[in-house]
């Protein structure tokens, strides 16, 4: 999968900067802009996966335009965050 729209099942995946770095977790996605949790617990991203999720004040927005890859694993940014 090479998409570049996020959707719920989306959630829980590892969000990665373009050298390949984890920055955080997918924890929502709502009308297409997916919330990136810095570091999320193991609680939040068990709960992300099964589509419990929700996002902290320290979530950042993630929209389209700065996605190059969605794959079965990871959330692959065109920069960083």
């Known amino acids: 999968m090479s998409e570049r729209t996020l959707t719920e099942a989306d959630e829980g995946k590892r969000v990665l900067n373009t050298d390949g770095t984890e920055v955080g977790r997918l924890v929502d996605v709502h009308d297409g802009r997916g919330y990136v949790e810095p570091d999320p617990s193991l609680t939040d ?3 992300a996966k099964l589509g419990w999720g929700s ?5 950042h927005p993630l929209d389209e335009g700065s996605i190059a890859e969605i794959t079965d694993d ?5 920069g960083t965050l």
């Open 45 to 47: 991203t068990i709960a």
């Open 55 to 59: 996002r902290s004040e320290e979530a």
């Open 74 to 78: 990871a959330v692959h940014l065109r």
